[in-house]
């Protein structure tokens, strides 16, 4: 489809990108400084768990199920820390372990794992030639940089609105023994915001890897993070697996980082039972055990799965009529010109942004010369290379709605000059 701008003759189109130029250096003019890069809660969502810290004093009783949590012990976790983590997540909790305060730092330990030990006797993988990861694209930037730092060749495979090309990950997974793993941020994904439908889970179920040390890394970051009442129903992939007695295919992680207190939650990795044991031979050698206090605050402020979600619909209440406005301004801005689609989801914390082929470096850094900072362009890929240079992340959750609708304005105007400028070059 082409766009508005495609469509004009030449005369047209150059008063227009003249129009659109002025549209730019007003809202330059105004010297914003507004960021939109991170996908932060913002500082009146965090106040809202402020109430977690109130719960321990140097009076508390800082035993949980006969655990001592203010001595070395329970390195799995204090036993109602894993019974929370496991209701969110849906699982047994003995097939969880809850240890540190970043999920992204588990990931980290278990591809380190594989390349140190091995998955459950498993060659190490860094006695193999190579390693593949699959990366759904547009994915989380982090998860690419972990398996990037290991040497790991992270292999894009086109996201949709149902999830990963299945057909394509099916062919990688099940015909290539190098290919180790795959990154996966199942509920409202980061970032176009797409929950896998029933089908694409169950395909995961299914998955025949060519590799026995492949293993699909469910990040569940966003599980109890839906916008509205009505929330995106996830099919529980553990109870998919057990159905065909094929639980060693998933390692699930989850954390309060969007919960409570980014950084400073707690956080677990669910698995097989075997996996965990294979998962306890590097973690039991590298700490004794973790921060409980953090843990013992939690569970003594959650009293479980539907306390957690009475909080998220609390923060629900700060953070949607943030997308809303990015709903409705992009809309307004840019609806029926053909330069741009986006995701409208009703969770998670990012709108996935698409402009003109050839166009997110551009309106990236245009935003960022008139003041706002958004996520650099091509970070949805591995290695930072967007085949297209269409797609931008927007995060809306930090600057609050004043700003918000501020950096969004810019937005639409650079994507609407640089589609103007591209369609003007295209001639030239
Ligand atoms: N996974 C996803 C998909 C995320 O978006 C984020 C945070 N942006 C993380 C993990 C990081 O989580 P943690 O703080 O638990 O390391």
């Given at each position: 489809m082409p766009t508005c701008y495609e469509t004009m003759d030449d005369a047209a189109l150059a008063r227009e990108t003249e129009r659109l130029q002025a549209d730019v250096d007003a809202l330059a003019a105004q010297g914003l400084t507004l960021d939109?890069?991170?996908?932060?809660?913002?500082?009146?969502?965090?106040?809202?768990?402020?109430?977690?810290?109130?719960?321990?004093?140097?009076?508390?009783?800082?035993?949980?199920?006969?655990?001592?949590?203010?001595?070395?012990?329970?390195?799995?976790?204090?036993?109602?820390?894993?019974?929370?983590?496991?209701?969110?997540?849906?699982?047994?909790?003995?097939?969880?372990?809850?240890?540190?305060?970043?999920?992204?730092?588990?990931?980290?330990?278990?591809?380190?794992?594989?390349?140190?030990?091995?998955?459950?006797?498993?060659?190490?993988?860094?006695?193999?030639?190579?390693?593949?990861?699959?990366?759904?694209?547009?994915?989380?930037?982090?998860?690419?940089?972990?398996?990037?730092?290991?040497?790991?060749?992270?292999?894009?495979?086109?996201?949709?609105?149902?999830?990963?090309?299945?057909?394509?990950?099916?062919?990688?997974?099940?015909?290539?023994?190098?290919?180790?793993?795959?990154?996966?941020?199942?509920?409202?994904?980061?970032?176009?915001?797409?929950?896998?439908?029933?089908?694409?889970?169950?395909?995961?179920?299914?998955?025949r890897p060519a590799a026995e040390d492949f293993r699909i890394y469910w990040d569940n970051a966003y599980v109890v993070h839906g916008l509205y009442d009505q929330d995106d129903e996830l099919l529980n992939i553990f109870d998919v697996l057990a159905e065909t007695g094929r639980e060693d295919l998933v390692y699930e992680f989850a954390s309060t980082s969007k919960v409570t207190f980014p950084g400073s939650g707690i956080a677990c990795v669910a698995a097989s039972p075997k996996d965990l044991d294979d998962i306890r031979l590097s973690s039991n050698i590298q700490r004794v055990c973790s921060d409980k206090i953090t843990q013992l605050m939690h569970v003594r402020y959650f009293s479980g799965r539907e306390a957690v979600v009475d909080h998220m619909a609390l923060m629900a209440e700060v953070l949607r009529p943030k997308f809303e406005l990015v709903e409705q301004k992009l809309t307004d801005g840019l609806a029926g010109l053909d330069v741009a689609t986006w995701t409208n989801p009703r969770g998670g914390y990012f709108v996935s942004f698409d402009g003109p082929d050839g166009s997110a470096k551009r309106i990236v850094a245009m935003c960022r010369e008139v003041g706002v900072t958004l996520t650099g362009a091509g970070a949805t890929w591995p290695y930072g290379d967007d085949p297209r240079d269409s797609n931008i992340r927007i995060a809306p959750s930090y600057p609050t709605l004043e700003e918000l609708g501020q950096a969004l304005d810019v937005l639409v105007a650079c994507t609407k000059l640089v589609a103007g400028q591209l369609a003007a070059e295209a001639r030239a």
């Open positions: 939109m890069a991170r996908g932060k809660p913002s500082p009146a969502q965090v106040d809202l768990s402020r109430p977690v810290l109130d719960v321990l004093t140097s009076e508390s009783s800082l035993t949980d199920d006969g655990v001592d949590a203010a001595n070395y012990g329970a390195p799995d976790g204090l036993p109602s820390a894993r019974r929370l983590m496991a209701e969110v997540l849906e699982v047994d909790p003995a097939h969880v372990i809850v240890a540190g305060s970043s999920s992204l730092n588990l990931m980290y330990d278990l591809v380190g794992h594989a390349f140190t030990r091995g998955v459950r006797g498993a060659t190490p993988w860094s006695e193999l030639g190579e390693v593949k990861f699959l990366c759904p694209a547009p994915g989380y930037d982090r998860h690419f940089a972990v398996t990037e730092h290991f040497g790991v060749t992270n292999v894009p495979v086109p996201m949709t609105e149902t999830g990963p090309d299945m057909d394509l990950v099916e062919r990688l997974v099940e015909t290539d023994p190098t290919v180790k793993g795959i990154w996966c941020v199942p509920k409202y994904q980061n970032p176009t915001g797409v929950t896998f439908s029933d089908e694409t889970v169950r395909r995961f179920a299914g998955l």
